[in-house]
């Protein structure tokens, strides 16, 4: 089992930044990829970001590339979203995750999942 701790998350107003934290207790094969789902009320949850543990392969989601960045420190297995430019319509709980195989996973297939921390952009 792996377990992922997130911090951040909070209220901003339009155009502000905040920044997420995710600590994951161990590496494992089933937690070489990790990354950020979000999910606002009534929708999915989808992928906003992903990273390859260790390595350098990082994805973001259309919708926030440019605005976002997602970064790790393997010292402390710790992944970081740091979020400018942040708009109304990103109000969501976000979500840290970590999975095996293929950076390219949808939420169904993450095999750990975070408690989730919600972010609040105000226009």
């Known amino acids: 089992q792996v377990q992922l701790v997130e911090t951040g998350g909070g209220s901003v107003q339009a155009g502000g930044s905040l920044r997420l934290s995710c600590a994951a207790s161990r590496y494992t094969p089933s937690s070489t990829n990790m990354g950020w789902f979000r999910q606002a009320p009534g929708k999915g949850r989808d992928a906003v970001a992903r990273i390859v543990r260790g390595g350098g392969n990082t994805a973001v989601a259309d919708s926030v590339k440019g605005r976002f960045t997602i970064s790790q420190d393997n010292a402390k297995n710790t992944v970081y979203l740091q979020m400018n430019g942040l708009k109304p319509e990103d109000t969501a709980m976000y979500y840290c995750?970590?999975?095996?195989?293929?950076?390219?996973?949808?939420?169904?297939?993450?095999?750990?999942w975070g408690q989730g921390t919600q972010v609040t952009v105000s226009s």
């Open positions: 995750a970590a999975w095996g195989g293929p950076l390219y996973r949808s939420a169904p297939d993450v095999d750990y």
